[in-house]
């Protein structure tokens, strides 16, 4: 067990070494991670036990998952069906994004889910249940490649390549 400032300690958990993951949510009682293909999905009840996930959709390399509304939600930046959705981690819907962009980072709050892609100048999608979206133009020419939700403020954040910064208010 490693020892860290705040009163946390971390310890080490084993995965699948020959597996990478790049983003990891938390909803319906289990954790879901997400890695660069699709056969790169496990869950976890505890954070420390992980179980492959066989027959996630095989199309993309997923970069983020997000829950809300009941729905986990990843996104891929690459692949014909560039987003995929669970209601239990296990079983999954691939679905083609409205705009085909590297999508990078997904986000849920105020009863929406927000993705964000890189490549410059790329549109924005948002969705309140995960399957229908709809596309919008980022304000700025720079990728996007993170974004997150702040419920006192009720707005969405997103930062990007070269100092690039973004808000939307929802109201």
């Not at 954070?47 to 095989?58: K, L, Q």
């Not at 083609?96 to 009863?111: E, M």
């Not at 927000?114 to 100048?121: F, I, K, L």
Request: aromatic share 10%.
């Amino acid at each position: 067990m490693v020892s860290s400032d705040g009163g946390m300690s971390w310890s080490p958990s084993t995965t699948n070494g020959a597996l990478q993951w790049v983003d990891v949510a938390f909803g319906n009682g289990i954790f879901v991670a997400v890695g660069p293909s699709a056969t790169a999905v496990m869950t976890s009840a505890d954070g420390a036990a992980w179980t492959s996930v066989p027959g996630a959709p095989t199309s993309g390399t997923w970069t983020s998952v997000a829950f809300g509304n009941g729905m986990f939600v990843a996104v891929a930046d690459s692949g014909t069906n560039q987003i995929m959705t669970s209601t239990d981690g296990t079983n999954w819907t691939a679905t083609p994004a409205p705009a085909g962009h590297p999508w990078y980072k997904i986000a849920y709050g105020d009863g929406r889910f927000v993705a964000v892609a890189t490549g410059g100048a790329d549109p924005i999608l948002t969705s309140t249940d995960g399957v229908l979206w709809s596309v919008q133009s980022s304000p700025v020419a720079a990728s996007l490649q993170s974004i997150a939700y702040s419920p006192a403020s009720r707005r969405f954040a997103a930062v990007g390549a070269g100092g690039t910064a973004i808000y939307a208010n929802c109201f």
